[in-house]
């Protein structure tokens, strides 16, 4: 992304009259007089465009529009929902360049990746046009003659979506594509620091809603800070709360949200890594923790953050990674040449300047060096330089998520000692192992092995595809989103029992004549 022309160019294919609107004022936005929230690029500094801020009123009104339209869009036939459902998987694969560089230059992971995580929002739909005509419920034999007995799924109605910056469209869509096949209407605040990408998604839903004659708020759009989700999670109005973000916020959710007894779905840190066995194929290995350490340049929930090493490879692993770091270019993520973005904005780079602060207080050993980039090209304050640190498993920082491309190495003897290690952090999100032996696999996949909601072998933490529940344990807050049965929750479940026989029996044989 050179200058703005070119972004005019890509918000006139996506169907985006002007660059600076305010934007979204139109009705299902929900925006309104609230103020302005800037978005400016981490890749250049520049400013992307402006939106406008949802107000308190704004957002009650757009509930209330969710809650009318739900009564609509519920009676709606699932797999004609999904049909709407597949058409918006089309209209990303038309604009797939075009929003990809979007993500790219607005949150600043490499243009690969911005693909890539639109290519995850089309297959979502794919899966969601699926799960359409599939969202199964079981029948049980029931005690009592003349009976039958069965389990259907209803829709729980509107929806809250809380997203954060590091995946700002995949992670709404992987909620939202679930959510509507089976019958809800969405409420999505992502996060300000990424506003524009969300305003063209709505735009391009809202125009598949509205061709489909859709009733108007099943997609809904409110912009805000940290008061805005907070609202959002408060509000009676909204059935279930998907918050997507830092451990810091989903326990605010979490108890807003269980304070009124809503139902919520959190998909909190991670402080993921990889076991590298002296049975491992390091050049398996190799790509796996780079990739996993730097890619979104260490921005993903699922990023690789330590690496547990076994003694007997150790030293090798060790130069072979160090050498693979002086490789990597750091730089313009428009620029396919580059493997590394910039951080989202200078608070990150401060926390990142932080952390190597601690690690190297805490006894840490830089193998390679980290620190701020500057000169031609980094002018936005926001590039930094990957890094890997040799530690000792008892240090403090080892228990925090830093969203920032540093990597933390250890040494260990028994696989025991590997997995206890592994295990000893609070975060339970992802996880692998390297190895060619079965046992060692075996075992780290066993009830005493990986405590996370992701076990991987032979491939890294990250990079997860959709159709596997997406999610984890302990203080990554136990939600799951995305595939296999991850719809469930987005779902109330009701037990019918039919009486066609000409008595009333009573359960547990209980007598009562009258
Ligand atoms: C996130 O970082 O919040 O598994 C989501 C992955 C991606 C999703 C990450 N498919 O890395």
Redesign the pocket.
Known sequence: MKNHTDLSEIFKRLSIATVNPAWSTGKVSGMADGGIIESNSPVDGRRIASVGQTTPEAFDSVVDRAATAFSAWRDIPSPRRGEIVRQFGDELRKHKHDLGTLVSYEMGKSLQEGLGEVQ?MIDICDFATGLSRQLYGVTMQSERPGHRMYEQWHPVGVVGIIS?F??PV??WSWNAAIAWVCGNVCVWKPSEKTPVTAAVCQQLIGAVLARNGAPEGVSCLVQGDRTLGERLAGDRRIALVSA?GSTRMGRSVAAAVASRLGKSIL?LGGNNAIIVTEHADLNIALPAAVFGAVGTAGQ???TTRRLIIHEEVYDTFKTKLMRAYEQLRVGNPLDEKNHVGPLIDREAVANYEAALAACKDQGGHFIVAGGVLQGDGYESGCYVRPCIAEVSPDMAILQTETFAPILYMMKYTTIDEAIRIHNEVPQGLSSAIMTLDLREAERFLSVAGSDCGIANVNIGT???EIGGA?GGEKETGGGRESGSDAWRAYMRRQTSTINYSDALPLAQGIKFDL
Do not use: D, K, L
Request: glycine share 6%; aromatic share 14%.
């Open positions: 995850e954060a590091n995946f995949a992670v997507t998909e993903r929930c699922t990250s990079g997860a997406f």
